[in-house]
């Protein structure tokens, strides 16, 4: 699966591939990124392109190495090998300066959850060195948008999985990144707030945005993204357009195919109803 033309990446540089003239460079760009867990290889020479402005789902089975991808890319985890640039700013080079451009929700995300949900996105702003007040207007917003208005002076710690799911995005959100890293950003949302997550999430993709979306979900994935990348085992497996990943099947039968996924299973004759 070919992926768009791109200039090669330059063999070291922070800032390397942003001065290709006449060339748009894509927002993130991956190359050879390698981790080692002891003697386990979770990422192996992964290269990947993301372009600006796409909606781009990362995809894989459990175990695959996507959290450690995108820990690296996000600069929460450093590389055993392999650059990452994103914005044409290489991550670990200038860690400092590329957070400033990069929103991010992990899976099983860690908040100081003592606070209101209202004084984590003013702390989250504040240490963002963001203006006082800025961070107030666009906290408001945001906790409305998110349907957490109600809730803005409840500890965090007293929120639902989807309540904290989404002050966990209003964080990510709030200084107005170039780039947003999500894992599973609709897991424990109901549809009503997933339905508002998504319209927020195509605006700032229409803006010029950059998302990038890990999820197990299948259907949300070919709903929402207009490209994909399939990686198992570290490796990457398929990268492209969903429709061109998905070569004339639905996505969950391709991606099942891609990794090796064995729908035939032992039949369980003992479970059964007594």
């Known amino acids: 699966m070919s992926q768009e033309s791109v200039a090669a990446p330059p063999a070291a540089g922070p800032v390397g591939p942003a001065m290709t003239p006449g060339i748009v460079q894509p927002m993130v760009m991956i190359r050879g990124l390698t981790k ?8 192996n020479q992964l290269n990947l392109d993301i372009p600006r402005g796409s909606f781009y789902g990362f995809v894989g089975p459990n175990g695959a190495g996507k959290t450690t991808t995108l820990s690296m890319v996000t600069g ?22 590329i957070k400033s451009k990069i929103g991010t929700l992990p899976d099983r995300l860690r908040l100081f959850d003592r606070l209101s949900g209202q004084e ?8 963002r060195g963001m203006d006082k007040k800025v ?21 965090v710690a007293d929120y639902s999985a989807g309540m904290t799911k989404k002050i966990g995005l209003a964080c990510a959100v709030l200084h107005a990144p170039d780039l947003l890293v999500l894992d599973e950003p ?16 195509h605006g700032f993709v229409v803006d ?5 979306l890990s ?7 070919q709903r929402l993204c207009d490209h994909v990348a399939v990686i198992a085992h570290g490796q990457l ?5 969903v429709a061109d990943v998905a070569a004339g099947q639905d996505l969950e039968s391709r991606f099942i195919e891609l990794v090796g996924g064995n729908t035939a299973h032992e039949e369980l004759t003992w479970l059964r109803p007594s």
């Open 36 to 43: 080692f867990f002891g003697q386990m290889c979770a990422v």
């Open 76 to 97: 929460m985890l450093k590389p055993d090998a392999g650059q990452v640039w994103v914005t044409g700013i290489d991550v670990w080079a200038d860690p400092i300066k």
């Open 120 to 127: 984590l996105l003013t702390y989250t702003g504040l240490l």
């Open 135 to 155: 961070v107030a207007q666009r906290s408001k917003e945001l906790l409305s948008a998110l349907g957490l208005a109600d809730d803005a002076k409840k500890a």
């Open 186 to 201: 609709f897991e424990a949302i109901d549809p009503v707030s997933a339905r508002s997550i998504a319209d927020i999430l």
């Open 208 to 212: 010029g945005g950059t998302v990038v």
């Open 215 to 221: 999820s197990h979900v299948m259907d949300t994935v």
């Open 237 to 241: 497996m398929a990268a492209g357009t």
